[in-house]
């Protein structure tokens, strides 16, 4: 951010020290100030004396930091609620303009680039499909369709641009032969700092992390998850992938690979073990239509994801086998954590996403598990977006909320 007075309109000048708790005598009215807006955003609007009650921090507290808030554009008045006794509250909300974000998917048959508001609301969406995805033509893109997105915006709100984030799967360059893409080609993402290419040309931070972590975050932030706290969740996509949750908090590990759901056993052909990524991937899904010589259709999975109309019985065989597979690595998962829930989305029209949970609800039945508490099955409920809404809530966790994320910078 600039220095010196802000300008109206800008985002709250908040120095790099001031954006981790208790790093410096103002840093626990930072802290406080991330419970204020991540109780908002959770409930929707909310009253001084409800935070009060929420956080027991003092009702001058509360008012000092709602009053900043307010002025900094972060958060709007609402109509006042009369009771019978005593002053009306007056609610605050999330200003929709307070802040914005950009997430960028970089995934094995497209790119992604959506540009969200304080709300979580996409207000412009650009993607770039390919049959296999070279760096430069990606940084091309990325760099043309920020500048083209930027200018949809005021003045004012290209200063409220808070960051981007980048959902890329792990070692990229490592699926080449299943991405059905030149080695060589792949390679070149091996020794690419993509996090640097895209930070030379934005003048906010720029955050990375895995892909289907990412997606993961997508659910957490502005999921519904109806108060969960610790759920596993899968993403299916060109390859299968996942996150872990725990205690409100996205879980990445020190590496930034926990929750790797892709490369977990699970029982293959003929019973001998394979990975979860073999099976339940949208890769094999391709795989099966392409030997029927069903290439349209084959094509439809990664160009409308919304429908894919008829698949035949190469999609039920994938269901079945998708939803044995997932079945399994649930019930490993239960036998390390005990999940509240386990959380299925994908790049998946909504219809086949009910099949798929139905179908590992109904193969879990079959599983020998005792000494444990199965999770319950639960659909997604962020979609298809998933991994690009997640990059975008890289940058709005890591400065504006209290636990969600404990991400590392690089994959």
Known sequence: MESGAKRHGDLPRLTTSRLHRGTNQSGMRDHNERIVLSLVRQHGSLAKSDIARMTGLSAQTVSVIMRELEEDGLLLRQEPVRGRIGQPSIPMALNPDGAFFIGLK?????????????????????????????????????????????????????????????????????????????????????????????????????????????????????????????????????????????????????????????????????????????????????????????????????????????????????????????????????????????????WLPLEIRRRLVEGVGNAIRHIDAEGLELPAIREGTVGIHARALGAASLPLSERFLVGSHSHSGSI
Request: glycine fraction near 10%; aromatic fraction near 10%.
């Open 106 to 346: 970089i995934g094995r048959r497209s790119a992604e680039l959506v540009l969200i508001d304080f709300l979580g609301k996409v207000r412009s969406m650009k993607q770039h499909s390919y049959r296999y995805p070279e760096p430069r033509q990606t940084v091309a893109f990325v760099a043309a369709s920020i500048a083209e997105m930027r200018k949809t915006l005021t003045p004012a709100q290209d200063r409220r641009i808070a960051g981007a984030g980048i959902a890329v799967p792990f070692e990229l360059w490592s699926w080449a032969d299943a991405a059905g893409a030149p080695r060589d080609v792949m390679e070149e993402w091996r020794n690419l700092d993509i996090r640097s290419e895209i930070q030379a040309f934005c003048d906010f931070p720029v955050h990375l992390q895995n892909d289907a972590t990412a997606a993961c975050g997508a659910e957490l932030v502005f999921g519904k998850a109806g108060g969960l706290r610790d759920f596993v969740y899968f993403y299916i996509g060109a390859f299968a992938g996942g996150g872990i949750v725990l205690d409100g908090r996205l879980y990445s590990g020190p590496g930034g690979n926990a929750g790797a759901l892709g490369s977990m056993p699970v029982p293959g052909p003929d019973n001998k073990p394979t990975q979860l990524i073999d099976i339940a991937s949208l890769a094999t899904l391709e795989k099966a239509l392409l030997a029927r010589g069903a290439a349209p259709e084959a094509a439809r999975l990664w160009s409308s994801p919304q429908d894919w109309g008829e698949l035949g019985p190469c999609l039920d065989d994938w269901l079945e086998k998708a939803s044995a597979a997932l079945a399994y690595a649930v019930v490993a998962s239960a036998a390390v954590i005990d999940f509240q829930a386990a959380v299925i989305d994908g």
